[in-house]
């Protein structure tokens, strides 16, 4: 029941925030000018009303979520980075201490965490602006792993994580991210911003009792949270130096200072020990003291290993297309990258006895909305965190919770994609079901299990619309001796029983032609239903011609009857005609498979220009050329 009442309290906030946003909308600044798309030689600028299935759009519409505006310009370059870095800093210190409680690891092994993944990322990831460090998806995964066989197990599963990754950015398998649907991507957004709100609400309950703050510690908790999410929206307005959630964070700390506010601190939550400095908190590097050479320890920790670098791959990945769209300068982020820098950051993580984490949604706000624009304000958080651990602690200790916990509930308002809502009468209803199949999953298990099963139920409401739309034309010739078909949609698994009910087998005459111009044969099952559909018509027999198939599919069907084609299935070739496309088979019926050739041009040069290749390519052609060779 509590469970419920803090997801409805997350929402409630969320859309406070919201609220908010508007209420100060007059004294922000205007909205900036639309941002130039990615360069390219397709890129084009468009004017007028915006087309509605352009709003939804993740990477397009990023930009518009930042609520702050931030100075430009080489000059300002260094100074915003470090401002930003020790913007985020500051915003990690509650996160990792919560979600070290989580897993079951001292308060200040979360905090080190967020240090070594933060800085390693940093410095070898996929793009600037990222901020990654102790991440609650992960936390997760790791909490039932230490409650069963210690702290030992889990820094050795984190670096195990680590090694992991990196092997999947060398083999360059994050690139597969691409194909994470943009109704996922959606729902991701939503969902991890309810996440991000929950956790903030566990501030609000006394951490002895786990009742409701009430008195003036509840009202002190209440007020200088609200006062914090208007500071962060309002000083924009008043200065750009310095990033708004720095200096809320200043002006909330001098205020309860003055007014000797009953405010809970971040000592309060992870005790005076955490933030006693000195360097006696620095961690100590060393392989974990487990029996690697064991087989029964490798089986402990190759599934929880799998699934830590699974999900944090995941969310790292989902949070670098977000900050695509977010950084106004032109370029992707390199997939690659990002897999091996999380992969160090873990192994780094590891060898100090830390949690491991990833990249995280909310803190990346945080560091872009103060200004980020290069590596050097990520590693400034992780420098600025630790040097504050070891020098500074006492002061980072008397921080009020509430500053943060503001600064955060805006970052939760500004991740969560409005837009997605007033699509949701727009856009294919099936979309409209996976965003909140994902936000829900997201909410009640875990990231990871969110964008798998959106994946899942995209890609089989995908094959069920494709499997639906395949249809033929036909047409007889010849006074009835000759009959077409002409094909029209995607020939897959999904299809091929709709494919199969096309054709009137007994009643076609002697001589039929299956013309495949309009559609595409794309896998194995594909191939097999051909080859049934030709052989019920040499049962009774009579022939099928095949007709603009790509020189891989005549191939491949030619392997399938075991290097002859039967005689009632006959493959037309026409060299300037015929479509080029690969078919999704196992290269073991590729293999010797020659090469189809390159589109000529009429002076016999080969063309290499995909425009002119599509002019090339007719499939309007009359059927009754074939027909002519038949006769």
Not at 518 to 537: P, T
Request: glycine share 10%.
């Amino acid at each position: 029941m509590r469970r419920r009442c803090l997801r409805s309290l997350a929402i409630g906030c969320v859309l406070a925030a919201h609220s908010l946003r508007g209420a100060v909308g007059a004294f922000l600044v205007p909205t900036p000018p639309p941002r130039v798309g990615f360069t390219g030689r397709h890129a084009s600028r468009r004017e007028g009303p915006v087309p509605a299935s352009q709003l939804e759009d993740l990477v397009a519409n990023a930009k518009s979520m930042i609520f702050a505006v931030v100075p430009q310009g080489p000059q300002a370059e260094i100074p915003r980075n470090i401002m930003a870095g020790f913007a985020v800093a500051l915003a990690m210190i509650p996160e990792s201490v919560a979600f070290a409680f989580v897993v079951g690891v001292t308060p200040i092994a979360g905090l080190w965490s967020a240090v070594c993944l933060g800085f390693l990322a940093a410095a070898f990831g996929g793009r600037p602006g990222i901020a990654s460090g102790a991440a609650g998806s992960t936390a997760v995964v790791m909490a039932a792993l230490v409650d069963s066989h210690g702290i030992s197990y889990l820094s050795a599963a984190v670096m195990l994580a680590g090694i992991m990754q990196i092997t999947v950015g060398v083999l360059r398998w994050g690139k597969f991210i691409k194909l994470v649907p943009h109704p996922v991507m959606l729902g991701f957004v939503n969902g991890l911003a309810i996440v991000i709100a929950n956790a903030q609400l566990s501030h609000f309950f006394d951490p002895a009792t786990g009742a409701l703050l009430a008195g003036a510690k509840g009202a002190s908790m209440l007020g200088l949270t609200a006062l914090s999410m208007a500071l962060v929206k309002l000083l924009p307005r008043l200065t750009t130096a310095v990033p708004s959630s720095l200096l809320t964070v200043v002006l909330i700390t001098v205020l309860t200072k003055v007014f000797h506010l009953p405010a809970q601190t971040l000592s309060d939550i992870a005790g005076a020990e955490t933030f006693r400095g000195g360097l006696s908190v620095l961690p100590h590097f060393g392989l974990a003291q487990v029996p690697w050479g064991s087989w029964q320890t490798w089986r402990v920790l190759l599934p929880y290993s799998a699934t830590m670098a699974a999900v944090g791959l995941i969310e790292s990945l989902l949070t670098l297309q977000l900050v695509d769209g977010l950084m106004d300068d032109g370029k992707r982020g390199d997939t690659r990258k990002e897999c091996i820098g999380q992969g160090l950051g873990n192994i780094a993580s590891g060898l100090t006895g830390g949690m491991g984490g990833c990249a995280m949604i909310g803190q990346t706000q945080v560091n872009i909305q103060a200004g980020a624009r290069g590596r050097l304000a990520g590693i400034s958080m992780a420098l600025l965190l630790g040097l504050g651990i070891v020098a500074a602690a006492p002061a980072l200790g008397q921080v009020p919770v509430a500053a943060l916990v503001g600064i955060m509930f805006v970052v939760c308002e500004s991740t969560f994609a409005w837009s997605s809502l007033r699509l949701m009468r727009k856009i294919p209803r099936s979309d409209a079901a996976t965003v909140v199949i994902v936000s829900l999953v997201t909410v009640w298990q875990d990231l990871a299990d969110g964008v798998v099963v959106g994946t899942i139920v995209s890609a089989l409401c995908f094959c069920w619309k494709q499997s639906t739309n395949l249809w033929v034309e036909t047409s007889e010739g010849y006074s009835g001796f000759i009959k077409t078909y002409k094909l029209h949609g995607l020939l897959f698994f999904g299809s091929t029983q709709s494919f199969a009910d096309l054709f009137r087998i007994q009643e076609d005459p002697q001589e039929v032609v299956l013309d495949f111009a309009a559609s595409r044969v794309l896998d194995h099952s594909a191939l097999e239903a051909i080859n049934n559909v030709a052989a019920k018509y040499g049962e009774l027999g009579k022939t099928l011609h095949l007709v603009h198939l790509s020189s891989d599919c005549a191939g491949l069907l030619e392997r399938l009857n075991s290097g002859t084609m039967p005689p009632y299935e006959i493959i037309e070739v026409d060299e300037a005609t015929d479509p080029i496309y690969e078919v999704a088979e196992e290269s073991r019926y590729y293999r010797d498979l020659k090469a189809p050739d390159a589109p000529k041009r009429k002076d016999g040069q080969a063309d290499v220009s995909l425009d002119e290749e599509d002019e090339d390519f007719d499939d309007t052609e009359d059927p009754e050329a074939w027909e002519d060779d038949l006769r």
